[in-house]
Each structure stands twice: as C-alpha cells, then as structure tokens.
C-alpha cells in the first residue's frame, strides 16, 4: 500500500496540469524514494520527466515500489479542484484498480482514479552535451515565446557569451527578444561555444505551464541538438523536459 500527503494541494494541480499538456496518459512510479514519472509525446518529438522526493511530502509511507498509469487529461480536471490551504492526499491500494486522491481543508473531498495497464516503457535519459547553458525568469520566457507566436510557428534562439535571443519571422513579419545579465530576466548564462537552433513554439508554450509551479527555469542547448527546460520545485521536486529542433531549410 502507498499513502502519501503533501502539503499543498495547488502546487500538485500546477505540476499535474504542466505533464497533462504533453501526454494524455503515463505510468507514475512510486518507490521509496518518492515519486517518478518519465513520458514522450505521442509524435516522440518532446519527452517530459518529473520527480519528487519522498522528502518533499508531509508524510510518506512506500515500502515496495508500485505503479500507476493514468490517463493525465481526467487526473488533471480533478487536481484543478484543489484550492489555497488544502492538503493533498494520494492512496494506492494493491489490488484495488484505483488511485485515490483526497484533498484534506476545511473539509475532506475525495475522488478516485482508474488505473490503466500502460505496458510500461523505461525510458533512457538522454545523453546530451549541451554548449549554453542559462537560467531565466520563467514569465519572461513567456512573454518572449507570445511575440514570436505573433508572427511564426517556429522560434530560434541564439546565444553568445554575453546574451540569449529569441527570434522569429515569417511573412507576417518578424519578433526579437534580447536577453541580457544588465536586464536582470536573464541570472545567468554560461556559453561554451555560440549555439543556434530552432524549436516549434507550440512545444515551448505548453512546456511553459510548469512555470506556474516555478518561478525560475532553466535552459540548456547546443546547435541543432535537442534542449531542455528544467523547472526546479519547492521542496527538492522537479519537472524536465526535452524537445527536439526543427531543422532550418
């Protein structure tokens, strides 16, 4: 049996709604040492990995690793019940079919959740050696990510030693967002080598829901390889994606 609480129930309706956005249903793996989920989209082009620590939880009872495959789109609409105050409980009983989910205030509301049999895939983390590195405010990711949308499908971003753009064009037009340490959206920014690649925005944009959980992100890549957007948890938690670059004609 796995019983766990943790103690703000909204924070788990931003991180159930940011994996939601990228698969429809996944296996969430209990252990131990916390909670792990690991999933690709359907088209295999973004991959998303999320991880809690048996730490972060209020309490936490897991002897034996167990697993959950749900379908993320029905397990998001009952986490958006979650209100400021409420405590989140999650119990899966062996056997049982179900994963109960309980938010604990000034009342006790529960629900439960199918569980389906996902033929669960372990997926290798990838081994990417990535040039620029960067750390950013995630609404002014957004907001940059909004431009380019008014104008393309696509973004390309570009870094050097001293700052990271974000550009787009089509015959709509043409959208720049220039990231600099002296702006103070950009906090850091490590670069190897000068990088450029292209990426869809409609990825980038959903990936950009975990910012509701987290305030900062991270931002890894290299010339025409695949990036990463970290978005780092209260309580030692995190969300990961990966995404694929869209190769410049």
């Not at 290798?124 to 104008?151: C, G, H, M, Y």
């Not at 931002?219 to 948890?233: A, E, K, M, V, Y």
Request: glycine share 6%.
């Amino acid at each position: 049996m796995v019983k766990v609480v943790f103690h703000d129930a909204k924070l788990w309706r931003s991180i159930i709604q940011a994996l939601s956005t990228m698969v429809d249903e996944a296996t969430f793996t209990f252990s131990p040492e916390g909670i792990r989920m690991r999933a690709m989209d359907p088209s295999r082009i973004a991959m998303v990995d999320f991880e809690m620590p048996s730490t972060s939880f209020e309490e936490y009872d897991c002897e034996a690793e167990a697993k959950a495959g749900v379908n993320l789109d029905q397990f998001n609409k009952l986490v958006k019940r979650a209100s400021s105050g409420e405590k989140l409980e999650l119990e899966l009983k062996p056997d049982e079919g179900r994963l109960r989910v309980r938010f604990r205030g000034r009342i006790t509301r529960g629900f439960a959740v199918p569980l389906l049999d996902l033929g669960y895939e372990e997926l290798p983390t990838p081994r990417i050696s990535f040039n620029v590195q960067a750390r950013l405010l995630a609404d002014a990711v957004e907001e940059a990510l909004k431009d380019a949308e008014l104008v393309s499908d696509h973004v390309k971003i570009q870094a050097t030693p001293d700052e990271l753009v974000f550009q787009s064009s089509s015959d709509k037009g043409e959208s720049s967002t220039t990231f600099s340490k002296e702006g103070g959206a950009l906090l850091e920014l490590n670069v190897k080598e000068p990088s450029r690649a292209m990426y869809s925005l409609s990825y980038l944009t959903d990936m950009m829901k975990a910012s509701a959980a987290s305030d900062i992100m991270e931002l890894q890549f290299s010339t025409n390889i695949p990036l990463t957007l970290i978005f780092d948890l209260p309580g030692g938690g995190r969300i990961q994606y990966w995404l694929a670059p869209r190769l410049e004609e």
